[in-house]
């Protein structure tokens, strides 16, 4: 008779193999669990969330997740290393063009602004787990592509703040609230979007979320003739 370790290590040579093969069929199906977990983990949380109501989602077992994935966590983590890596280069590489542009300061935010929104429903709901979860209690912050992902962060937001400084110093935005308060209070907008924003919504989208956003942000921000 097998005992749970026997069992375990099996599994285990299992899934090694079945990653060193990388078969498309193997990578199809893995790539299909992550997408359906992703969702369970924004419904319930990472914490709340289990392998269970993974399993469910998926139609299959619990048992069955352990030939994709050795723990719960390590499939939350591959959320972010397989797929949010890309979308941060994305997006940096996106931004950085917007910013070489010829365009004003405003029109230069708009376009960063609509980046990210259209970013985050077209990778939805991968990039609003990020934002959602704290990752300081995962240990993610300890593995090399976690810093990575931590640096091209602070990266999009540097640029950012440096539109907003470029509109400060050409008169286009008010100069009496700091860069730093402006860049806070445009953020807060954007990732508040992960608890009510979702595609497919009938009445409320990411292009009418963009133009309502810039509106708002741009009839406070704009540097208006006293």
Known sequence: MATSSTTGSGMSKRRSSAQNENSPGYQAKRTELMGLAAEVFKEKGFEAATLNDIAERFGTDRASIYYYFASKKELFQALFHD???????????????????DLSAPDKLRGLVEQQLM?????????????????????????????????????????????????????????DVSVALMAKALFGMINWTHRWLK????????????????????????????
């Open 83 to 101: 797929i949010l890596i890309g979308v941060l280069n994305e997006n940096i590489a996106v931004a950085s063009e917007i910013v070489a542009s």
């Open 119 to 175: 970013s985050y429903e077209d990778n939805y709901p991968y990039v609003y787990l990020y934002i959602q979860e704290d990752m300081t209690k995962l240990s993610l912050d300890n593995t090399a592509w976690a810093r990575d992902m931590a640096r091209k962060t602070k990266r999009f937001e540097k640029i950012v703040t440096d539109v907003l400084q470029q509109g400060v110093d050409e008169g286009a935005f008010r100069p």
């Open 199 to 226: 595609p497919g919504m009938r009445k409320t989208d990411a292009r009418q979320t963009i133009d309502a956003f810039c509106a708002i942000f741009f009839d406070g921000a704009v540097n208006r003739p006293r």
